[in-house]
């Protein structure tokens, strides 16, 4: 792997306007990689989820992107009377990516049927060029045909992610060729309110993650 692709995770508080949690995350790196520190955001009350509870709950970003079908995705209107997970992240990320997709499929394996058909996962990519919608469709198939996979420009994702408390980059060509996406690792789980009110961060388990998903549901 590429040494620049080496990072450190850490929790930071994302513009005021946000006033939410988000997750630094520079071209995926190993949990063990990671460091969390704490934001103004994250409640300090003794919480009921394994996740992270936000002190300031974030409202799901009420846009439209293009889903994997080439078909036009309100997210908003999408998650009504769903929990709605979101993740932004690349099909070519070495470890963080897919590692957390297969969690979420483990933890839905975990979920009872009639709990499971509430939860609607989304993976927005950070990487479009090369996240075509039929890789996006053949690489998240991989882990559960029910994901959905959303693109767009960069500055929709961008617009997207800022809305969503999640720190992403443009990708970046390096001079030996190889791509740097830099992107934050953290599942944001709104609820059927409209609002994150817990984030999984990339070392939650996926027992951990299906306790939380039979609070949310």
């Known amino acids: 792997m590429n040494p620049r692709s080496t990072r450190i995770a850490r929790l930071v508080p994302m513009a005021a306007a ?16 990671e460091v969390a520190q704490a934001s103004g955001q994250v409640s300090t009350q003794q919480s009921k989820y394994k996740g992270t509870e ?3 709950p974030t409202p799901i970003p009420p846009v439209t992107l293009t889903d994997f079908n080439g078909k036009p995705y309100d997210i908003k209107a999408n998650a009504a009377g769903k929990l709605t997970l979101i993740y932004f992240g690349y099909t070519h990320c070495p470890d963080e990516c897919p590692t957390t997709m297969a969690d979420l499929a483990a933890a839905l394996r975990l979920t009872p049927a009639a709990k499971r058909a509430e939860v609607q996962v989304l993976f927005v990519t950070t990487d479009p060029d090369r996240d075509t919608p039929s890789v996006m469709k053949a690489w998240l198939g991989k882990f559960d045909p029910s994901f959905i996979g959303l693109t767009g420009t960069v500055a929709q994702v961008d617009n997207t ?5 999640t720190p992403v980059q443009p990708p970046v060509k390096n001079p030996d060729g190889s791509i740097e996406v830099d992107h934050g690792t953290q599942v944001n789980a709104f609820g059927a309110d409209g609002l994150a009110h817990v984030v999984w961060l990339s070392d939650t388990s996926p027992s951990d993650i299906a306790h939380d998903i039979a609070l949310l549901t």
């Open 18 to 33: 946000i006033g939410t949690l988000a997750v630094l995350a520079t071209a995926c790196a190993s949990p063990s990689q």
């Open 54 to 56: 936000l002190g300031i």
């Open 161 to 165: 992610a800022k809305l969503a408390a």
